[in-house]
């Protein structure tokens, strides 16, 4: 951290990062904030963004401190908005409280706000500084900032495989790679995300739900549930579609077909199928930040390839399937020099399996 920031400031962003990260799954579209607002006398307020059109941290923590606000010093994860949106600007709430200095990890990347909220502090002659744990708080909302900054969400590729590499046996029968453990730990990283995608051929197959199943506090989200679909031909009463709210993506010249309970929206062709950049741009205008891929082996080489993928997530089972089973992902070979590197940073047991977390490597 910088010179600006004492390690009493860490101490306090560190909580107001464990408030944030109560919003995990919740908050989305937002970003997942926390605040900690403290005086002379210790911790007087603390608040945590819980949903959309909810008020901001900042402000439940206002409301926590009350007349005590005043004067006092308000640790926030991400820079307080400026703007009327759902709710009234926060930086104007600050303002009126009258505290003395804001302590935030980042600057906003909403365009709407945008380092507006600091000159907004910063010209009510609040002190503001800016920079402590941005990594941190920066990885809590990897998919709003990717919305922003690259017009794309955050994308993470969810595969299990054996110790061979495989995903399924060479005989096509049914089969769970991971353990029961596995299956429960993906449904934390559906909750979480905007979006859970896969693609057509997946549906054939394995007819699955993908939705969340397990609770995770008062306001769970299900995610939005996305299949590419090149010719529309999943099945109209895939699992899929169970429900209301589904969305399929079609090529601009697929035969006019209509499915029940969910749209149909149309982007270009690509080589293999559809134009998975295009794909992407549409869900960012959707408001999604982060999209979990469960797919098989041809799309996830697709997303792959397109350098679409952020982060993958690998659970590996004990077990072996053989050479001619399937594969973890189909990418051509002319395809590999332009690849990124992956790093691993994380390793976890999960039940019998080892759950490998990888982001890719810096230059």
Known sequence: MSEEFSAQDRAHMVRALELAALGLYTTDPNPRVGCVLTNAEGVVGEGWHQRAGEPHAEILALRAAGAQARGGTVYVTLEPCSHTGRTPPC????????????????????????GRGIDRLRSAGIAVSVGGLADAARQLNVGFFSRFERDRPFVRLKLAMSLDGRTAPASGAKLW?????????????????????????????????????LAYGPWVRQPLRVVL?????????????????????????????????CRIERVPRAAGGLDLNAVMQRLAALEMNEVLLECGATLAGAFIASRLVDELVLYVAPQLLGADAAPLMRIGEAALPGLPRWEFRDQQRIGDDMRLILSIKSP
């Not at 505290?99 to 945008?114: H, I, L, N, T």
């Not at 790679?177 to 559906?190: F, L, P, T, Y």
């Open 177 to 213: 790679i991971s353990g029961e453990a596995s299956r429960a730990d993906v449904q934390a990283w559906r909750a979480r995300s905007s979006a859970v995608l896969t693609g057509s051929g997946t549906v054939r197959a394995d007819d699955p739900r993908l939705d969340v199943r």
């Open 229 to 261: 679909d090149t010719t529309l031909r999943s099945a109209p009463g895939a699992r899929i579609f169970k429900g209301a709210g589904a969305l399929v993506f079609a090529a601009a010249d697929a035969a006019q077909k209509s499915l029940d309970n």
């Open 91 to 114: 930086a104007d709430a600050l303002v009126a409280a009258g505290v003395a200095r804001v302590v935030c990890c980042s600057r906003d990347p909403y365009p709407k706000v945008a």
